[in-house]
């Protein structure tokens, strides 16, 4: 933009002092410097993280990758599967629905997860082609539990909160990311109708869920995860994923232009935090131009390539002689050269890719398929989170062991088998009750022989003969009447009646 007389004349006498504009980047363009011209070295902070770098439990010890999964998968959150996805089955047969169930134990849990990692490696032209008896699909059934698969009993994004927080909470307990770690969105795709679903139009997934997404660059490693339910919320999201008391200080932060702004910059130097973060685009110029201005400890830096990029920083010299082959086209046709690039730009593209390298991980053998209920693309979203950075652990882990790591695709199918050879030594918990009814032997349909399932005691020590019509009403599990007498036993064993 053209200078007033007043702004040219403090330009001519050196007088003229910039002017930022509120995203940071300044707006008076002849006070730009170039590359020719020498900038201060920066004095970055001390590297103080709270925690050593990297896996946070004991690495010395043999690691097998169901073991590391459930450090994400632990305990209660299975528990926390069984018990609402057995209260939202009890919900849907008071109301009417039809469709064969028992109480789901521990045993079926884990052979569902093993079944969705499957789906993940194996390809089907039709999802019930799963669990055909008939060869060569021959698969173990699973859609009632994919119909009744519930994570909470209250509304709106609660219904994943109980998941949620504990494998989060998982996440940053595990693993201290390494000096480098940068935020970036993440979009789990979704077309259904809900307010929660949002548009990026410079995403290859267009429509679904976003997520803000603290990774660490150099493994890829999902640190923190926040499901954006409004919009504009950059500074409070960008502060929300640093968690400073684990993270410590001297991080290396990179962000792009959605997260920065004068204000958070100066409030991330105040953390003992550098930042290094892309801008928006002011002005073009040749080639390999470089263009520079230093605002205290940030600089600001303009470099032209095919397009221009504004950078700010404040662990980086403006320009110290650096360069990147590229094609140039000119009179002649494309020719190689050694562009002038600065040092800024080089660190952005290595160490910004964190997310998108965990991103492309997930998208390989992701276990989403479509569904109507948006909670279950989380779930499913979540599941992938917790393979992934349990194969990115073992990875870890085989580096300090001095072993050769599997390929993600071994992994899955070693996860999975372990999965399937421990459901059936896993315990099989008592269901809880369901309503506030009595226990009362019931059948469950006006004639006997409309359905029946296998008995719950005989499922425990795996007796599958006979089905039985009888169920108790208060906790909605199949109890037979044969000469051992589950239902007496069952009642005596859980409710002390």
């Known amino acids: ?283 073009q110029a040749e080639r390999g131009d470089v263009r520079w201005i230093r605002k205290g400890e940030l600089v600001f830096v303009k470099w032209t390539d095919t397009r221009e990029v504004t950078m700010c920083s404040t662990v980086h010299k403006a320009f110290s002689g650096k360069t990147v082959k590229q094609k140039v086209k000119e009179a002649a046709g494309w020719t190689t050269k050694a562009v002038p690039v600065p040092d800024c730009v080089v660190d952005y593209n290595k160490n910004m890719g964190g997310v998108d390298l965990s991103d492309a991980l997930i998208g390989y053998y992701t276990v989403l398929h479509i569904t109507m209920k948006w909670y279950k693309t989380l779930f499913y979203h979540f599941l992938d989170i917790a393979v992934v950075n349990s194969f990115l652990l073992h990875m870890e882990l085989c580096k300090r062991q001095g072993k050769e790591p599997m390929t993600q695709k071994m992994f899955r199918e070693q996860l999975a088998k372990e999965m399937l050879d421990f459901a059936p030594a896993s315990a099989l918990p008592p269901p809880t009750p369901l309503s506030n009814l009595t226990c009362m032997p019931c059948y469950f349909g006006s004639n006997a022989t409309d359905l029946r399932r296998y008995c719950w005691r005989c499922q425990d020590v795996g007796i599958l003969r006979v089905k039985t019509p009888i169920y108790c009403r208060a906790y909605d599990v199949a109890l037979c009447l044969t000469s051992k007498n589950n239902l007496t036993k069952y009642h005596v064993s859980y409710c002390h009646v």
């Open 1 to 283: 933009a053209a200078l007033t007389p007043k702004q040219a004349k403090k330009v001519k006498t050196g007088k003229a002092k910039p002017k930022f504009k509120e995203n940071g980047s300044p707006g008076v363009e002849e006070l730009w410097k170039d590359r020719n011209e020498e900038d201060r070295n920066p004095n970055p902070f001390r590297f103080k993280p709270a925690r050593d770098p990297g896996p946070t439990f004991n690495t010395t010890t043999a690691w097998s990758p169901l073991s590391l999964f459930q450090l994400f998968f632990c305990e209660n959150v299975v528990r926390t599967i069984i018990e609402n996805t057995n209260a939202n089955a009890a919900k849907k047969r008071r109301a009417g629905s039809k469709f064969p169930w028992t109480a789901l134990t521990v045993k079926q849990v884990y052979i569902f997860l093993a079944i969705l990692l499957y789906i993940g490696l194996v390809s089907v032209h039709h999802r019930a082609d799963y669990w055909r008896k008939k060869w060569p699909y021959n698969l173990k059934p699973f859609e009632a539990i994919l119909w009744s698969l519930h994570l909470s009993k209250y509304d709106r994004l609660s219904k994943i909160k109980p998941l949620y927080n504990q494998i989060v909470t998982a996440f940053k307990a595990l693993f201290q990311p390494y000096k480098n770690i940068c935020i970036d969105e993440r979009m789990v795709a979704y077309k259904g109708r809900i307010s929660m679903k949002q548009f990026m139009k410079d995403k290859p997934t267009k429509w679904g869920y976003k997520l803000f997404v603290l990774a660490d660059s150099d493994t890829g490693y999902t640190s923190k995860s926040e499901v954006s339910t409004t919009y504009g919320l950059s500074y409070s999201a960008v502060m929300d994923l640093l968690h400073l008391s684990l993270l410590g200080q001297g991080y290396i932060l990179y962000v792009d232009n959605f997260y920065t702004s004068l204000h958070s910059s100066v409030t991330y130097i105040k953390k003992k935090m550098a930042v290094l973060a892309l801008l928006e685009k002011n002005r």
